[in-house]
């Protein structure tokens, strides 16, 4: 197969929380496997997401996942941090597609032909598939950091700044891994 004639959907999860890594993930589908029932991952369960991952894993051509640490988000703020992992995981991918197609309104600095889909995780299979593999991956380490500090809450809310996350801040202050230059925290601090 000519791999210029393959694509890369590329999407991220957890660019809103305030705490832990945002997370990318990159997915070249595999035109003869295909997965059925790939979505936005925000609109699938739980239980959907994690076996459509396993799904995506052993179906598809290539995948890769990356990650960029709260305190990196700090340093270089959430945007820079969303499209260095968008560039990681795309750099990850063993085999190089022909084109990247990123969901959003921007495409991370990389060395290859890439477009901008807004809504893209609805209407490209590809990045559907990437939503879903960094989504769970990020539930994932949000789950292994509520085992160290389960007092925030973080299996239930997944880091997000609900009114029971910012009430656990404003009781037990703020964790390593919470994102110090986000509001909610910053006011802890």
């Known amino acids: 197969m000519n791999s210029d004639l393959l694509i890369a959907g590329v999407d991220e999860a957890g660019r809103g929380p305030l705490v832990g890594a945002v997370v990318a993930a990159a997915v070249i589908l595999n035109p003869d496997k295909p997965v059925a029932g790939l979505a936005d991952s925000k609109k699938l369960t739980e239980k959907k997401r994690q076996a459509l991952a396993i799904e995506i894993k052993e179906s598809v051509l290539a995948w ?34 022909g084109k990247v197609l990123v969901d959003g309104n921007r495409c991370p600095d990389i060395a290859l032909p890439a477009e901008a889909i807004i809504k893209g ?17 990020r539930d994932q380490q949000m789950q292994t950091l509520h085992e160290s500090y389960p007092q925030y809450g973080f299996d ?30 910053k006011k802890v601090l």
């Open 156 to 185: 239930r809310h997944k880091g997000y700044g609900t009114k029971l996350h910012v009430e656990a801040l404003k009781t037990h202050g703020a964790c390593p891994e919470h994102r110090k230059t986000f509001s909610p925290v």
């Open 121 to 137: 995780d609805d209407k490209v299979q590809a990045i559907s598939a990437a939503s879903i593999l960094a989504k769970v991956e």
């Open 64 to 97: 890769s996942i990356a990650s960029v640490s709260a305190a990196e988000i700090d340093q270089i703020n959430i945007l820079q941090a969303t499209m260095k992992a968008m560039k990681l995981a795309v750099e990850g991918l063993n085999i190089t597609p």
